[in-house]
């Protein structure tokens, strides 16, 4: 049970959510979008976010859209992750979305309240950070489309009052050859202790990671380096690792040395997923 | 408004309530609608003890707030009655202290709804929602399995 009081708006489209979120503000009250709700409530109940008053998105068309349009994917911010499992649409996503939480959950939680989560995993991030994906940001001058990639630094980056509407991607990248690993300490539903999103474009191979560092990543270096074709495997897999720049999570899950183990064994089954093979492992 | 008037349609029933905004769809069906079915467990969206159905989808009522329920059709165990799962779930012994039961069996209530012709693999899958520390799982499994064959050979004739 959550022991303190919000105001619960639901607007029916973007420009109502965005005055109601500055009307909240003048009223004193801190505002927060909500989307599933599911980290609202869970760390709302542990007073770890507190709040006067929620907007939630999810009568909002843009936000619930899954359709293809002019050579892109558009996934709304507030599908559920059972939603853009089902529909398959961007199977990547679909692997990566399927081991996040469980079957039950994932009816409540959304894509957008993934990418936009407080929890340091952010599973559903990967894949717009390795395929040519935007951000289609609400924002008081009106709505904004950037590069994921450059949106995307450690947290989304929102500005006071704008939210996460939707996602698009490429519609050539939604079909490369793609391959996914979500290590855990244990059992088969939960956090990972490493997730690894691998995916070939042009023969080059890129990859992003949940669970490594505080926040989902991809690394260019890293990458420039698994891409040494000249030097072996173990070379290659050893200067990658050298140019993680961010400090390893060490914690009950796992510790860094031992993240860094796992991680070296992903990047193997990668190297090896994707040798001299041009196919969807 | 921190509070607000709510209609809820539970288990065929409308019933128009004042709920509090920041209130779980758990806490309202036990402690206002006296639904006891749905347990209260971790309360974060772990141990599935609080599933209930909204709109044929099984979800967990304590990551639910109340107010995103109204107008939806919603669920309970209370509302199953002698639901052929119900009777496997008592011919396999599928339980033992039975806490982790309503929760079981509307999550498998949904399963058999949207996958009648569900795999081992998927209904593996879907039993991961739930947890239960009495059981191994397999009466459980095999509950299912029992109510999905049965409908299976009655919609064959
Ligand atoms: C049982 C369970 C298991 C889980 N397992 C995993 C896991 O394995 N991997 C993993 O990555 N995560 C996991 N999570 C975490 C979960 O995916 C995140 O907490 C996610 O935030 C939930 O999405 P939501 O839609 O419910 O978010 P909400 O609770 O609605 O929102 C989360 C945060 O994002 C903000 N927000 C939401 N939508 C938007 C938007 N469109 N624009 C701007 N801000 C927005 C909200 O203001 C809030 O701060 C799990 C959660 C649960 C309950
Ligand atoms: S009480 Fe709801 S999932 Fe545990
Ligand atoms: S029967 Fe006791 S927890 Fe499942």
Redesign the pocket.
Same mark, same amino acid.
């Given at each position: 049970m959550i022991s303190y009081d919000f105001e619960y708006a639901k607007p029916a489209t973007i420009d109502e959510a965005l005055d109601q979120f500055q009307t909240f503000e003048k009223q004193g009250k801190n505002p927060? @979008? =909500?989307?599933?709700?599911? !980290? /609202? /409530?869970?760390l709302g109940r542990k007073n770890r976010?507190v709040t006067n008053a929620v907007i939630d /998105?999810k009568a909002i068309p843009e936000?619930t859209v899954i359709q293809k349009q002019e050579g892109k994917l558009v996934l709304g #911010?507030?599908l559920s992750l059972t939603e853009v499992i089902e529909q398959n649409v961007f199977p990547l996503l679909s692997e990566i979305a399927m !081991?996040?939480? +469980?079957n039950t959950?994932r009816n409540?939680?959304?894509l957008?309240?993934?990418i936009?989560?407080?929890?340091v @995993?952010? !599973? #559903?991030v990967l894949p717009f950070l390795l395929t040519e994906s935007e951000a289609m940001i609400a924002t008081k001058k009106g709505l904004e489309r950037r590069p994921f990639t450059k949106r995307f630094n450690q947290q989304l980056q %929102?500005g006071q009052g704008e =939210? %996460?509407?939707q996602v698009t991607t490429k519609e050539s990248d939604l079909t490369l050859p793609f391959l996914t690993m979500k290590k855990r300490k244990q059992w088969d539903v939960? @956090?990972?202790l490493l997730t690894t999103a691998a995916l070939q474009k042009e023969s080059r191979v890129k990859v992003a990671f949940?669970g490594l560092c505080a926040f989902p990543f991809r690394n260019e270096q890293l990458e420039h380096r698994l891409n040494a074709c000249q030097l072996s495997n173990d070379e290659r897999i050893e200067q990658a690792i050298r140019e993680v720049d961010t400090p390893l999570l060490d914690d009950v899950h796992g510790s860094a040395e031992y993240r860094k183990f796992v991680l070296k064994n992903s990047l193997m089954d990668v190297l090896n997923a994707f040798e001299g093979a041009d196919r969807r492992w | 408004m921190v509070k607000n008037e709510v209609t809820l349609h539970v288990n065929g029933e409308t019933r128009s309530l004042y709920i509090r905004n920041a209130e779980t769809l758990l806490y309202t069906l036990r402690e206002k609608l006296g639904l006891t079915g749905a347990k209260p467990g971790c309360l974060?969206? +772990?141990c599935g003890a609080c599933t209930v159905e909204v709109n044929g989808a099984a979800i967990k009522s304590c /990551?639910m707030l109340t107010i995103e329920a109204a107008n939806q059709q919603i669920t309970t165990v209370e509302g199953l009655q002698d639901a052929p799962i119900q009777t496997q779930f008592v011919e396999k012994f599928a339980f033992q202290c039975g806490y982790c039961t309503p929760g079981f069996i509307m999550n498998c209530n949904t399963l058999i709804e949207k996958y009648p012709e569900a795999n081992e693999t998927v209904i593996k899958k879907w039993l991961e929602s739930n947890i239960c520390r009495c059981t191994g799982y397999k009466e459980i499994e095999d509950a299912v399995k029992a109510v999905l064959t049965s409908n299976q050979a009655d919609s064959s004739v």
């Amino acid at each position: 049970m959550i022991s303190y009081d919000f105001e619960y708006a639901k607007p029916a489209t973007i420009d109502e959510a965005l005055d109601q979120f500055q009307t909240f503000e003048k009223q004193g009250k801190n505002p927060i @979008y =909500f989307s599933g709700g599911t !980290e /609202i /409530i869970t760390l709302g109940r542990k007073n770890r976010i507190v709040t006067n008053a929620v907007i939630d /998105i999810k009568a909002i068309p843009e936000c619930t859209v899954i359709q293809k349009q002019e050579g892109k994917l558009v996934l709304g #911010a507030a599908l559920s992750l059972t939603e853009v499992i089902e529909q398959n649409v961007f199977p990547l996503l679909s692997e990566i979305a399927m !081991e996040i939480a +469980d079957n039950t959950a994932r009816n409540k939680i959304t894509l957008g309240g993934n990418i936009c989560s407080n929890i340091v @995993y952010k !599973e #559903a991030v990967l894949p717009f950070l390795l395929t040519e994906s935007e951000a289609m940001i609400a924002t008081k001058k009106g709505l904004e489309r950037r590069p994921f990639t450059k949106r995307f630094n450690q947290q989304l980056q %929102l500005g006071q009052g704008e =939210f %996460l509407v939707q996602v698009t991607t490429k519609e050539s990248d939604l079909t490369l050859p793609f391959l996914t690993m979500k290590k855990r300490k244990q059992w088969d539903v939960g @956090y990972p202790l490493l997730t690894t999103a691998a995916l070939q474009k042009e023969s080059r191979v890129k990859v992003a990671f949940s669970g490594l560092c505080a926040f989902p990543f991809r690394n260019e270096q890293l990458e420039h380096r698994l891409n040494a074709c000249q030097l072996s495997n173990d070379e290659r897999i050893e200067q990658a690792i050298r140019e993680v720049d961010t400090p390893l999570l060490d914690d009950v899950h796992g510790s860094a040395e031992y993240r860094k183990f796992v991680l070296k064994n992903s990047l193997m089954d990668v190297l090896n997923a994707f040798e001299g093979a041009d196919r969807r492992w | 408004m921190v509070k607000n008037e709510v209609t809820l349609h539970v288990n065929g029933e409308t019933r128009s309530l004042y709920i509090r905004n920041a209130e779980t769809l758990l806490y309202t069906l036990r402690e206002k609608l006296g639904l006891t079915g749905a347990k209260p467990g971790c309360l974060n969206g +772990d141990c599935g003890a609080c599933t209930v159905e909204v709109n044929g989808a099984a979800i967990k009522s304590c /990551i639910m707030l109340t107010i995103e329920a109204a107008n939806q059709q919603i669920t309970t165990v209370e509302g199953l009655q002698d639901a052929p799962i119900q009777t496997q779930f008592v011919e396999k012994f599928a339980f033992q202290c039975g806490y982790c039961t309503p929760g079981f069996i509307m999550n498998c209530n949904t399963l058999i709804e949207k996958y009648p012709e569900a795999n081992e693999t998927v209904i593996k899958k879907w039993l991961e929602s739930n947890i239960c520390r009495c059981t191994g799982y397999k009466e459980i499994e095999d509950a299912v399995k029992a109510v999905l064959t049965s409908n299976q050979a009655d919609s064959s004739v």
